[in-house]
């Protein structure tokens, strides 16, 4: 009977924990505005003990998806703040973190993570092992390439579609192995059609190694079906396009409305100097992925000459390439702001930027400086004229002429700002004009008009004069 009621207990204990364990877990699932894939499902599974568990899980989901977004550097804010020493997910943080430095090209601390990870256990090495060989690639490292490339490819052949073409392709490459790259891109190109994405990545490998030309005489050979994929055709358009031949390239891709065939036709207008058509074809571009590196490049650079301000500022905001300085895109802005004549917005953006170089930025600054402060100067304010003054005389010394001439202007007149928005008819020298300033002049002496003799002076010193009459 004891037996029987010690074993009622435990069974109902033991559902009452099974329950708690299920509602805890449910969660650390149910996390508000985060969507899991299997993955990140499994790493919560990890993490189901304390509160601080579940907040470094969080920490973890949560740098996960900002990667994913391209917002780098929050995601390395929410890595920071899981602990190295305690947290039972340090060699995942390790891993994002390896992945945070490749994407911003620091390869030597992509490495530095991944050898503090723990990569004894095969799971481990699998899932890092591929991170570490683009590393040494992108460091030149051939040794290492060839030390790590055969447990690699062993671990990871299962989890890849195409015999690890790509990455043979890109090992033979590094390893400066010619016979196998020959080998692999002409005498083995007929086993590469057997599907569409073979045939892409074969496609793909010729373009990056700048083999185009060549492998256009092997096109033909693709079967028909081939021609079916929008994006094989993006490529082979791309290949003549590199090879110089635009007219096969449009003719590839002239039904296809997608970002990569709308880039390759704006760079045709844009080889035509067609720039509003090439203009049209980045703006298309952009509608399909605003944050096209592709496009931004060409379109924006477009906006500026077809004096489409607006739509440049709105090219500006969409940059997600974080290594660009930000200094630079900002001065940018500041020059489409004023072009669209929003002074107030570029003065803010301005004194943003000065504290950015720390007070000292580079001339094209300070000449921009020098016209806002003069536009918005126009009010009886020592402050701002003051402004306008300092702005004007840091330019002039960085050798600008139109700045230096403002100094001069400013000894003479109290409010220059003010006077240059008058409505009133004002006199103008005619015979000054920006042509006239860049003449170069011949120099004349001056000829001095003399009112008094020097003879007639020492003639007067010689002699004893008499003011008065004796």
């Known amino acids: ?16 924990s099974f329950a708690q364990t299920n509602e805890d877990e449910l969660k650390e699932i149910m996390l508000e505005g985060v969507e899991y894939s299997l993955d990140a499902a499994y790493e919560t599974g990890l993490i189901k003990d304390n509160n601080q568990k579940q907040v470094d899980l969080f920490n973890l989901q949560k740098a996960k998806f900002k990667m994913i977004s391209g917002d780098l550097k929050t995601a390395e804010y929410f890595l920071n703040r899981i602990s190295d020493k305690t947290s039972g997910v340090t060699g995942i943080k390790k891993r994002y973190l390896a992945v945070l430095h490749f994407i911003n090209g620091r390869f030597d601390k992509s490495l530095k993570e991944l050898n ?12 890092n092992c591929l991170l570490r060989l683009i590393n040494f ?8 390439i060839k030390r790590e490339r055969a447990p690699c490819q062993f671990y990871t052949a299962k989890y890849s579609k195409n015999d690890q073409y790509w990455l043979n392709s890109m090992i033979q490459l590094k390893t400066q192995n010619s016979e196998a790259i020959r080998r692999s891109m002409y005498i083995d190109a007929q086993g590469t059609f057997s599907s569409d994405e073979m045939a892409r990545l074969w496609l793909k490998t010729g373009l990056y190694l700048n083999k185009e030309k060549d492998l256009l005489n092997l096109i033909s050979t693709l079967p028909e079906s081939s021609y079916q994929s929008k994006r094989l055709r993006e490529i082979v358009a791309f290949m003549y396009l590199r090879s110089g031949d635009s007219k096969k390239a449009l003719a590839f891709i002239d039904d296809i409305d997608t970002a990569n065939a709308e880039n390759i036709k704006g760079n045709v207008n844009l080889a035509n100097k067609e720039y509003e058509l090439a203009f049209g074809h980045f703006r298309l571009a952009l509608q399909k992925k605003q944050d096209s590196a592709n496009s931004l490049e060409r379109a924006i650079p477009l906006a500026w000459l077809l004096n489409q301000w607006t739509d440049g500022l709105l090219m500006l905001n969409n940059i997600s390439n974080k290594s ?18 929003k002074f107030t917005e570029a003065q803010k953006e301005l004194t943003l930027l000065k504290i950015a170089f720390k007070y000292n930025p580079p001339f094209e600054v300070n000449v921009m400086d020098t016209y806002v402060n003069l536009i918005l100067g126009g009010n009886d304010n020592a402050h701002d004229k003051r402004k306008v003054e300092e702005s004007a005389e840091k330019s002039c010394k960085s050798f600008d002429g139109i ?6 202007q400013y000894i003479q007149w109290g409010n220059l700002g003010k006077t240059i928005k008058r409505d009133e008819e004002i006199y103008t020298d005619k015979a000054m ?25 020492e003639e007067l010193d010689g002699e004893t004069i008499r003011l008065s009459p004796q």
């Open 1 to 16: 009977m004891k037996t029987l009621c010690a074993l009622l207990f435990l069974s109902v204990f033991s559902g009452i």
């Open 116 to 127: 503090q990870s723990n990569m004894e256990s095969t799971t481990s090495f699998t899932q």
């Open 137 to 144: 690639m992108a460091v030149n490292d051939v040794e290492a």
């Open 324 to 341: 660009l300085d930000p200094r630079n895109a900002s001065a940018v802005k500041i020059a489409f702001l004023i072009r669209e004549k």
């Open 403 to 408: 700045s230096c001439w403002l100094s001069l």
């Open 433 to 457: 004009t920006v042509e006239s300033l860049k003449e170069k002049k011949g120099l004349e002496p001056l000829i001095e008009t003399k009112t008094i003799d020097q003879a007639d002076i």
